[in-house]
Every structure is written in C-alpha cells, then in structure tokens.
C-alpha cells in the first residue's frame, strides 16, 4: 500500500495480454494509484500523449506497434520525452534487448513474470526520486 503521504501515480499499462494487464490494474489500484490500459502501441502512444501520465509500464511484444517503436516516438516527443518507462517484457533476459531499450530511453527493464511489488516500487522510486 502507498503511505497516506505520498499521492497516487497516474500510471498507463501497456500490455496486451489481458489477464497481466487486470492483474497489474489490481495491484497498482491496491497500492492506491490511478491506472489506465493500452492494448497495443498506437493506443499507448495516443493515451501517453492524452493522458501525460506519471509513469508507463510497457510490453515489447505488442500488436500494431511493439514496444521499441512506442519507446522511440515517446522518447522522440517533447511532451512525452520525460515521462519514465518502465519495460516489463518477456525479452527482458536478453541482454542485448535490455541494452537497446535503454539506448532507446527505456528508465528500466524488467523481465516476465515479474513480481510485482519490485515492479511497482521501481516505477513509484522512478517517478519519486
């Protein structure tokens, strides 16, 4: 849970597998923020840029447009350069993947399954300091 002091996250989860993303959902809204979904990387780029919101959780393997793409234009736009982004991937292990969401702005790359309160104090230290 998020200390009483600390304000909600405006956290968008981009993930196209639908039970991880209700998962995730559950326990970000445990943890007391505010969350929104993007199921593949046209609608995370179009909600990033709606939305500004405080922090991304992205796939790499989404449809339309997968994760490095998303991280590219996100990385590539004033507006949404400075948004953090944490990848949770299945790619995560390869190291050269690692190093290349990184190269492309990714703040950290986590690998699938993840756990989730790793996941979520990594995203809450990114956007906290």
């Known amino acids: 849970m998020t200390p009483p002091s600390q304000p909600p996250l ?6 196209d597998d639908a039970a991880l993303a209700k998962l995730y ?12 979904f993007a199921r593949d990387g046209v609608e995370t780029l179009a909600a990033a840029l709606a939305q500004l919101p405080d922090v991304i959780l992205l796939d790499v393997a989404m449809p339309t447009l997968d994760g490095r793409d998303v ?12 948004i953090p982004v944490l ?15 990184v190269e492309l702005g990714a703040s950290d790359v986590m690998e699938k399954p993840v756990d989730l309160q790793i996941a979520f104090n990594k995203a809450e230290r ?4």
């Open 25 to 36: 959902g559950s326990y970000a809204t445990d943890r007391g923020h505010a969350v929104s």
């Open 10 to 15: 405006r956290i968008l989860l981009a993930e």
């Open 71 to 82: 991280l590219r234009q996100l990385k590539a736009d004033p507006r949404t350069a400075a």
């Open 87 to 101: 990848v949770v991937s299945a790619l995560g292990g390869d190291q050269h993947m690692r190093d290349l969401l």
């Open 126 to 129: 990114m956007v906290r300091g």
